[in-house]
């Protein structure tokens, strides 16, 4: 027994640096995927996005997560990170390069930062940005329904929270789990998709034949489907105006994994 | 991105530049690594020194895509063919690109590659790179994708001096742009 306990100490000991180094272990909880109603068809017509089964971050990464990642990588750090990665405003609401201070509280997602510092950050947690269909996929979600986007209830609680004034002090992390198990998808920050610039929705959604072949080869711009689900068409357009270096005070972001 | 520092280890190392740190709003930070229809590898920053033209394609694209090269060509033409001007461009599709792809794709396009790379990179540091070029594009579940379509101007530095979305016939714009960065 006791020959058990020295070799759980030694490995405890093997295992401390790469402990440290990972922080405090981020929870990640698997989804199922399969086939999935996107507002943005597979094909830019009708046919539903297949998503493999892939792990989502339960909780969006918080200042104090990426202060960490900060101090671990200062070439992230604002006053070090190369303008094409991040506009002027990266990081801004922190009090110095590398301390929170009152503007920016640890258990409040992380604002402020560009496509590319989400991407880094994920990298450095042996993940990924999650794609826009695992995204809207997992935001699908309510408490006791994978797919509760039909429920007028559904769409309410996320539009009453898109029309809360943004000039509110974020909540902290840590809202009401999922029925995955996740939290915070609706109702606390915009979050960063992997493909971001995949959106391919021209400026009048109503052109869709045609017009802009040369723009867009191949399909032309996306039809957008379920035109009454405009909490979720809303959050396309938002993302699709993106570049990937802005950064606004209500955009963050939360990783994912291949399972 | 822990490349960024691996390229400027290499940059230190081995070339002309080694004094001057790229500039910070240099497309050469994302320091991806291409390989090239040679099957030979660099980082973007390989031509740091010389203007380039940059777009990105696929090899199995029928419509756009071949237009997107010719304007390519006919951009340098019109430029006056400047000795020093490098063309440069990246596949959307790395699983179906393979080096052997570009290779065919180069020879059937007449494409000459002492001034043409035809490259291709893993498909996370494709999108970071489309991230950073402006460049949209979805892969469709037939294979194909849908992409916008632009040719980006980089000085010598990496930084992006022109854009055009204008596909199919040169911009006299752009051009201008072109002999002005090349000294034309």
Known sequence: MRRCLALAILGLLLAGPTVAADHARPDYRPLPGGRFASVIPADGKAAPAVLRPFRLRTEPVTNAEFLAFVQRHPEWRRDRVPSVFADFRYLSHWATPDKLGTGALPHQPVTQVSWFAAQAYCESEHA??????????????????????SDPAWRERVLSWYSRPSSEALPPVGGAPDVHGVRDLNGLVWEWV?????????????????????????????????????????????????????????????????? | ???????????????????SPLPTDSVYQLGVPLTDQGGHSAPLAAHRGAPQIVSMFYTSCTMVCPMIIDTMKATRHAAG?????????????PARDSVDALR??????????RWWTLARTSPQDTRSLAALLGVQYRQLPDG?????????????????????????????????????ATGG
């Open chain 2, 144 to 180: 194909e994708f849908n992409h916008s379509s632009a040719l980006l101007l980089l000085d010598g530095e990496g930084r992006i001096v022109a854009r055009t979305n204008v596909i199919g016939r040169i911009d006299p714009e752009f051009v201008t742009a072109v002999r002005k």
């Open chain 2, 81 to 93: 063919d400047p000795a020093q001007l490098h063309l440069l461009a990246v596949s959307f599709d």
């Open chain 2, 1 to 19: 991105m822990k490349r960024l520092l691996l390229l400027f280890a290499l940059l230190l190392a081995g070339s002309a530049h080694a004094a």
């Open chain 1, 194 to 259: 992997e493909d971001f610039n995949a959106m391919m929705t021209s400026a009048d959604s109503r052109e869709q034949d045609g017009a802009d072949k040369l723009k867009f080869c191949g399909a032309g711009a996306i039809t957008m489907e379920q035109k009454e689900n405009y909490a979720t068409l809303m959050r396309v357009a938002m993302l699709s105006s993106l570049k990937a270096t802005d950064t606004t005070a209500n955009l963050g972001f939360r990783c994912a994994r291949t399972d």
């Open chain 1, 128 to 149: 990924r940005l999650p794609t826009w269909y695992e995204w809207e996929y997992a935001a699908a979600a309510d408490a006791t329904r994978a797919d509760a986007r």
């Open chain 2, 104 to 113: 065919r794709y180069a020879a059937a396009h007449k494409l000459d590659l």
